[in-house]
């Protein structure tokens, strides 16, 4: 959650900051902020992960709506 954006900046009480990720519940997020977290998500897997093992995201996105399908 952290690398795909979503955090808050809080304050330590050495005067630093930390990077606090986001509590999500998906029961209560619209379908549009639910898209974007997804989108991050995603994005961020894709570039630590999964571009090594696929051609490009193209055929991720095909390979998880096979295996939904299930």
Same mark, same amino acid.
């Given at each position: 959650m952290v690398k795909a954006g979503f955090y808050d900046l809080v304050a330590n009480p050495d +005067? +630093? #900051?930390?990077? *606090?990720?986001?509590s999500i519940t998906? %029961?209560?997020? =619209? *379908?549009e902020k639910f898209d974007k977290v997804y989108s991050g %998500? #995603? +994005?961020v897997i894709w570039n630590e992960t999964l571009q090594q093992h696929f051609t490009d995201e193209r055929e991720m996105d095909l390979l998880? =709506?096979?295996?939904l399908y299930f």
């Open positions: +005067g +630093g #900051t930390l990077k *606090q990720r986001w998906f %029961v209560n997020m =619209s *379908q %998500v #995603t +994005g998880i =709506s096979r295996l």
